[in-house]
């Protein structure tokens, strides 16, 4: 039997913060704890300066070319299409093949912490490295320092500021302007809620050479802000010192620090933006945060864009999209168009709703309509208010038209 429900649902100040992933029940109508198909959602997980942080960042043009080439790319690169690949590697390559700091190596801009933004994944990547990189839900830094007795690059995983974070040094030592030679030979966890530190439990000396490697800087701006370098098993790091507003509001979201209060501060920073100007812009548009209440049906949940992906079309068409599991998904198309009484509003009716697998579609009876508010657009980030009042956070992800 057909499923038949109508939604109507006008916008709200509601703004209730969370951070659970969910995961599909045997039901496969119920949605439980712990499900990716739900996105990233926000929750008070520690005291951060997040909120706080206000920073004079300068970056020159093909710097912001690849910096908004990265919003949107989830897990530092692990969860990035091939066109925003593309776009990133386009970017790289200009900056490459542009006059940076030179012999960054011996430049005192090289020193200090870096926020990992950014790396491909080879294969061949050293365990130790594939720890780092592969933490997705946590802070990952470099610290350099190359001008002092004892030479270190150190690889840095924050778990959150009230936890603590893991520790692994390299010793290390120039090679020439542009590479610096390493061997990673100690580790220690260091936790808030002990008063004493925890050795990494890696024997580092048996390992032999997954312990060494290089490190070429292959670009390092003039503002020292931003670095490109290139790793002995042929990985590519983008790291920045100083990070923009974006970057600051999707590393709240996909660490779970403070996300709701990132996203407050981000919204009142922008507040004078003429909301005239604000389009519901074409493309794919996945849901990472949202600030929803938990329902149990899964279904309705799909059906009101709670999770999942959005897909505009420049004809007035829309599509929610989600993969649901075993290659079945929900599809449920519809229009939209601008509300007469409010320019940055949208009147959102779905009414062709199915499940879908492979070339088979099983029909359902349902019909949603939204008052869908957009807060903050740009061709990377949006932000709205839709159903039941609930506050979204949407990256595009079929790359910059």
């Given at each position: ?72 790319i989830q897990g530092r690169g692990k969860s990035a299409t091939s066109r ?105 966890f260091s936790f808030k809620f002990l008063p004493f530190k925890v050795p ?50 999707l590393s709240a979201i996909s660490t779970g620090t403070q996300a709701s ?141």
């Amino acid at each position: 039997m057909a499923l038949k429900w109508h939604v109507i649902n006008p916008s709200s100040p509601t703004f209730v913060p969370s951070f659970n992933p969910r995961i599909l029940h045997s039901n496969p109508l119920k949605l439980v704890k712990n499900s990716s198909l739900y996105g990233r959602r926000g929750t008070h997980v520690c005291q951060s300066s997040l909120v706080e942080e206000k920073q004079e960042v300068s970056f020159t043009e093909p710097e912001n070319q690849l910096i908004n080439a990265l919003i949107g790319i989830q897990g530092r690169g692990k969860s990035a299409t091939s066109r925003q690949l593309d776009d990133v590697e386009r970017a790289v390559k200009v900056l490459e093949g542009l006059e940076g700091v030179p012999e960054p190596t011996s430049s005192s801009l090289i020193e200090g912490r870096w926020q990992l933004m950014f790396t491909t994944r080879p294969g061949t990547a050293s365990p130790i490295q594939r720890t780092f990189v592969g933490i997705d839900f946590f802070r990952v830094f470099q610290e350099v320092s190359l001008q002092k007795d004892d030479p270190r690059v150190s690889n840095i995983v924050v778990f959150s500021d009230v936890i603590g974070e893991l520790k692994v040094e390299a010793a290390a030592s120039v090679a020439n302007g542009r590479r610096i030679l390493f061997r990673f030979d100690r580790g220690i966890f260091s936790f808030k809620f002990l008063p004493f530190k925890v050795p990494y439990p890696v024997p580092f000396k048996l390992l032999g050479d997954e312990v060494k490697g290089w490190l070429d800087i292959t670009y390092l701006s003039p503002s020292g802000n931003l670095r490109i370098s290139r790793g002995s098993k042929g990985t590519t790091f983008v790291l920045q010192k100083k990070t923009e507003p974006r970057q600051i509001l999707l590393s709240a979201i996909s660490t779970g620090t403070q996300a709701s209060e990132v996203i407050d501060a981000f919204l009142t920073s922008n507040q004078n933006v003429n909301k005239d100007e604000l389009e519901l812009l074409e493309g794919e548009w996945e849901m990472i945060w949202s600030s929803q209440i938990e329902t149990d049906s899964w279904i309705e949940n799909a059906a009101n864009g709670l999770m999942g992906k959005q897909i505009v079309k420049r004809n007035g068409q829309m599509k929610f999209v989600v993969d649901i599991l075993l290659g079945l998904r929900f599809s449920m198309t519809g229009t939209f168009v601008k509300s007469n009484t409010n320019s940055n509003t949208y009147n959102v009716t779905l009414d062709d709703a199915a499940i879908i697998a492979g070339p088979v579609g099983y029909p359902l009876e349902m019909e949603t309509k939204i008052n869908l508010e957009l807060l903050y657009s740009d061709d990377k980030i949006r932000i709205s208010r839709g159903y039941n009042g609930i506050t979204f956070v949407h990256v595009r992800t079929d790359g910059s038209k």
